[in-house]
């Protein structure tokens, strides 16, 4: 696969953003343009959307390079440069521009959906942008960036080591008892530690979130987060009914294996530091040593997927758009971030040879061939997917490659991975619940205590728990266990879609145990549409209804207890 950055037509191919004084004049150019024909409103569409794939690729990379070295002051200044002393400057101008866009009389004449989705997100900004938000906003991307910093610099130390805390996980992985509870002891430390200030950074925000939101005649920041964040195809009422349906139809299951794991330890109850340590006595599974390993492997996976896939990771390769192993002053966590300018993403994560790392390799993956499939798209606006659809696309590959995880492990190793896979599919559906409800709970509540965010927080654990640990003497750990989820600081409403995009999944997979090459067909289909059409449409292009549902959960469950049952 070749892939070059097509020619700017628009912006000179040598611009250095600096300062916002060299973009002024192509906002000035734009809003000046006289536009008197259909192919003069494509034109200057089609010059505004290079734009903004340039400022979104320039503001791309300075995040990027921040996060692999957080240490670096150099790096976190070019990117606190860019949102606290460009970005401020470019939104009237970007206000400007949507109101001539709003203004111009050709916007019948593009029906498409996809025109008419973009255009709808505009008129959403216009209604949503007030001139005294813009110090907010650079005040809010500016502060979100501590927690990463925080987080970054927790590390412990054992047998004159200093493990990052990802590190540091895989040993709670161990047989060894007494040396899982002095990891998870070590670790509970370094948490206890940062609490105080990871509390105070969140309040902070909160209280920045709901001033935004006020300005904006929103009542509360969740109200304002649903409009900013095009969520038109389901309500509030929807998430709290998936909240209930999850307690219904999906905590039960995962307190069922959870409660046969703990028989088969031995136990009454777990213990904090029990919870990753297989029953049985087996290690954990260690896919592979290195980051260049795992690569390999996954490019191999791909392949047999559809060549297609495996050309992607070669290209992100060559390209040096990969940053995969885990080392001090790193940002935690993993992301594809799209480059739209390109068109070739960059992932990112923290792989120390775990299962949980390859997983979180597909699913960055799936990310990646997303980018890709949709990168002839002619808009920007038309790549740059609602957070439902993107995570279909990962969650999805995320369990369409299991077949091939042969790749990393012998018959029965890989039996194993994939029942881990498919019970960690549902335990994870719990904590997006809960984080979702956290949320809904924290922003209708700003003025909240922070006992009342603990005891708020503590009620969700026991809705959404198994009832299965004994976390006495570690009550404090469980109040701030919301503190781990980086998307409360950085991304303020982005978890519900992971759920939502998981029961898609799912149903993809249920396809592809039915016709594997119609899935896969189905799948590219879908993710080479971007966001041209309706979330609905996407999904049921790749093959499923877009329906989050308690009457869809119910099936879902019982597909998956049947897959479980095949794998005793």
Same mark, same amino acid.
């Given at each position: ?7 700017r037509?628009f912006?000179?191919?040598d @611009?250095? $953003? ?7 004049p192509?906002?000035?150019?734009? @809003? ?24 979104e ?12 070295n ?9 990117y ?9 400057e ?12 709003m ?8 029906a498409?959906?996809?025109?008419? $989705?973009?255009?709808?997100?505009v ?7 007030r001139? =005294?938000? $813009?110090a907010l906003e ?7 960036q ?20 990802q590190q540091?996980?895989?040993?709670l ?6 040396l899982?509870?002095?990891i ?14 990871l509390d105070?950074?969140?309040t902070?925000l ?13 009542e ?8 900013a ?19 219904t139809? $999906?905590v ?20 904090p530091w ?10 954990a ?9 795992m690569l ?18 070669r290209?992100?390769?060559?390209l040096?758009h ?9 940002a ?7 480059l ?17 790392? @390859? ?10 061939i ?17 957070s439902?659809?993107a ?27 994939m029942?881990?896979?498919i =019970? ?6 719990p904590?997006i619940?809960?984080?979702?409800a ?27 728990g ?8 570690? =009550? ?6 919301w503190?781990?989820? @980086?998307?409360?600081? =950085?991304?303020?409403f ?16 249920k ?38 549902s ?6 879902l469950?019982?597909f ?9």
């Open positions: 696969m070749q892939i070059q950055k097509a020619a037509q912006l000179p191919e @611009l250095a $953003i600096t300062e916002f004084g060299v973009l002024a192509f906002f000035q150019e734009l @809003l000046n343009r006289e536009i008197n024909t259909l192919n003069e409103f494509d034109q200057w569409l089609l010059d505004r959307s290079e734009l903004d794939a340039v400022l690729e320039d503001l791309a990379w300075r995040y990027i390079r921040m996060s692999i957080t240490q670096d002051e150099t790096l976190r200044e070019a606190t440069h860019f949102v606290t002393q460009i970005q401020p470019l939104a009237p101008l970007e206000d400007q521009l949507n109101q001539k866009l203004a111009l009389p050709f916007l019948d004449q593009r498409d959906s996809a025109h008419q $989705i973009y255009f709808r997100s008129r959403t900004a216009l209604d949503l942008y001139e =005294e938000n $813009i650079a005040a809010l991307n500016e502060e979100a501590q927690y990463g910093a925080i987080s970054a610099a927790q590390t412990i130390t054992h047998d004159g080591k200093d493990l990052t805390m540091a996980a895989l040993l992985k161990e047989q060894d008892e007494s899982r509870q002095t998870f002891e070590k670790m509970a430390a370094v948490r206890r530690k940062d609490r105080e200030q105070a950074l969140y902070s909160i209280q920045k979130r709901h001033q935004l939101a006020v300005n904006a005649g929103f509360n920041y969740r109200d304002y987060k649903f409009v964040m095009g969520r038109f195809d389901y309500t509030k009422a929807d998430c709290f009914a998936f909240h209930e349906a999850i307690k139809h $999906i039960p299951l995962v307190k069922g294996f959870q409660a046969e794991k703990l028989s088969k330890l031995g136990k009454e109850r777990f213990k029990d919870l990753d340590v297989d029953p049985e006595g087996k290690p599974l260690k896919p592979f040593q290195t980051g260049a390993q390999s492997g996954t490019i191999n996976m791909f392949e047999r997927i559809d060549p297609y896939f495996g050309d992607c990771l290209v992100m390769d060559e040096g990969l940053d995969l192993d885990s080392k001090p002053g790193k935690p966590g993993g992301y594809n971030y799209p739209y300018e390109i068109g070739v993403p960059f992932i990112f994560m923290n792989a120390v040879g775990t299962q949980r790392d @390859l997983e979180t390799m597909v699913h960055e993956g799936g990310h990646a997303h980018s890709f499939l949709s990168r002839e798209l002619s808009l920007t606006a038309f790549k740059n997917l609602p439902e659809v995570e279909l696309a990962s969650m999805s590959m995320e369990l369409l490659s299991m077949p091939q995880w042969t790749e990393f492990y012998e018959p029965q190793a890989h039996e194993r991975a029942r881990e896979q =019970e960690g599919t549902l335990k994870v559906l904590w619940a809960q984080i979702d956290f949320q809904h709970w924290i922003y209708e509540n700003p003025t909240h205590t922070l006992e009342e965010r603990s005891a708020y927080w503590t009620k969700l654990a026991s809705d959404f198994t009832g299965l640990t004994d976390w006495a003497g570690y =009550e404090d750990l469980v109040q701030s266990a503190q781990r989820q @980086l998307h409360l600081f =950085e991304v303020p982005y978890y519900i879609e992971y759920g939502i995009a998981q029961l898609g999944a799912l149903g993809v997979w396809n592809s145990l039915e016709n594997y090459p119609t899935a896969i067909a189905n799948y590219k289909k879908a993710l080479a549409l971007g966001y041209t059409t309706s979330m609905s449409n996407i999904y049921e292009t790749a093959g499923v209804p877009f329906d989050f308690s009457e869809r959960l119910q099936t469950a019982t998956i207890q049947d897959q479980l049952k095949k794998m005793n």
